[in-house]
């Protein structure tokens, strides 16, 4: 389905049925398709609501920055819960998209039940942190837009965060390569500048707020973002940490079925 706001138009597919709509929101360069694997397992006992970040996939990508960032895409996610007569959700996102999901529920605190973080950081502590990392961003938006979205995706498969995914089957890779390749240049482009880490509001001195359950996932091999996760847990009121082994950053992509299983623990968990 889609749905329009202020002139753009979101694709969000819906599916399975259950009492809490779980909303699901994918990483930079994804879409709705990346959690397609998990439609029937969780789908069985849960509706599953699952945009189109802007910029991506069947989302349309307008060229005003303002629209791509974090509390403007957060705003936009109010919105739809709104249109579509949700009033309260389960929240996971992977690493843009956990921005996002953190982001979402942090402003919109009545609206979240559980949030599941795979991946995820709360944004960058200090200004010379953001601002290194916007000039990055502006360098990688300014490649897409001058070198193209192939080139960009060759470039994007080989950083070291993505090293592990090497070892999955070829076509898995070639699958997900499809898939980043389909996505709009100006899109990916804008989202760098608009909801880059750089860019959007740091939320590490507002983490205590959230009194929401929270789980943290990291893959074992993602040093990065292992060390990210235990900062959090040190600010975190009601929070779990779920280390996977033999996995870097993309858990639900290198170990699904360790991935499914937890997350489905967690949403049907009621005791905590």
Not at 51 to 71: F, V
Not at 100 to 111: C, E, M, Q, S, V
Request: charge should be negative.
């Amino acid at each position: 389905m889609y749905i329009v706001i202020d002139g753009s138009r979101y694709y969000v597919e819906v599916c399975g049925d259950g009492l809490v709509p779980l909303v699901m929101l994918h990483g930079f360069t994804g879409d709705s398709t990346t959690w397609a694997p998990f439609h029937e397992s969780w789908g069985k006992s849960t509706r599953l609501i699952i945009p189109d970040i802007i910029g991506h996939g069947k989302t349309e990508s307008p060229e005003a920055l303002n629209r791509y960032q974090m509390d403007a895409a957060a705003s936009d996610l109010n919105t739809t819960l709104d249109q579509m007569g949700i009033e309260q959700v389960d929240l996971l996102g992977y690493s843009m998209g956990g921005r996002l999901a953190l982001t979402f529920a942090l402003l919109y605190p009545g609206r979240v039940r559980k949030l599941i973080l795979e991946s995820t950081s709360p944004g960058l502590a200090t200004e010379v942190e953001k601002n290194h990392r916007r000039m990055k961003d502006a360098e990688l938006a300014n490649f897409i837009k001058e070198q193209g979205i192939k080139a960009f995706v060759d470039y994007w498969e080989d950083i070291p965060l993505f090293f592990t995914m090497k070892r999955l089957p070829r076509e898995t890779q070639e699958k997900i390569r499809k898939q980043r390749l389909n996505n709009s240049p100006i899109g990916l482009a804008n989202s760098l500048l608009g909801m880059g880490t750089g860019s959007q509001s740091s939320w590490w001195g507002r983490l205590s707020e959230l009194t929401c359950e929270v789980l943290l996932l990291t893959g074992a091999e993602d040093q990065k973002f292992c060390s990210i996760a235990s900062h959090m847990m040190k600010e975190l009121k009601n929070s779990s940490w779920v280390v996977i082994e033999d996995s870097g950053h993309a858990i639900h992509v290198e170990e699904p079925e360790k991935f499914g299983t937890i997350v489905s623990d967690f949403l049907s968990n009621e005791n905590k």
